[in-house]
Nanobody
């Protein structure tokens, strides 16, 4: 019903930058909070950044001052601008969105397939 597709991952040197994008499509009535998570090998999935429909943002302490999330409500997209990347930022980054598919449907969370970010020299 709802698909989230991430793009923009890749290999970058320490100190470099990457921009991730996520586009939501399908049967969408409204989207509430959109968020970026990451999961490194052997570690639990971690919330990196979130942004509400009225543009309130939250970040995990480890990325504050380095990552910025933004969204375009008209296009149902969210992005994550990552700067000053560190090797410990290496992970699969996943997009998440809380979506209502109709006016009467409950809010449900949807996930993208993830995009790999590798920070290495």
């Amino acid at each position: 019903q709802v698909q989230l597709v991430e793009s923009g991952g890749g290999l970058v040197q320490p100190g470099g930058s990457l921009r991730l994008s996520c586009a939501a499509s399908g049967s969408i009535f409204s989207i509430y909070t959109m968020a970026w998570y990451r999961q490194a090998p052997g570690k639990q999935r971690e919330l990196v950044a979130s942004i509400t429909s009225d543009m309130r943002r939250n970040y995990v302490d480890a990325v504050k001052g380095r990552f910025t999330t933004s969204r375009d409500n008209a296009k149902n997209t969210v992005s994550l601008q990552m700067t000053s990347l560190k090797p410990e930022d290496t992970a699969v980054y996943l997009c998440n969105a809380d979506v209502k598919t109709t006016a009467r449907a409950p809010i449900r969370g949807y996930w993208g397939q993830g995009t790999q970010v590798t920070v290495s020299s």
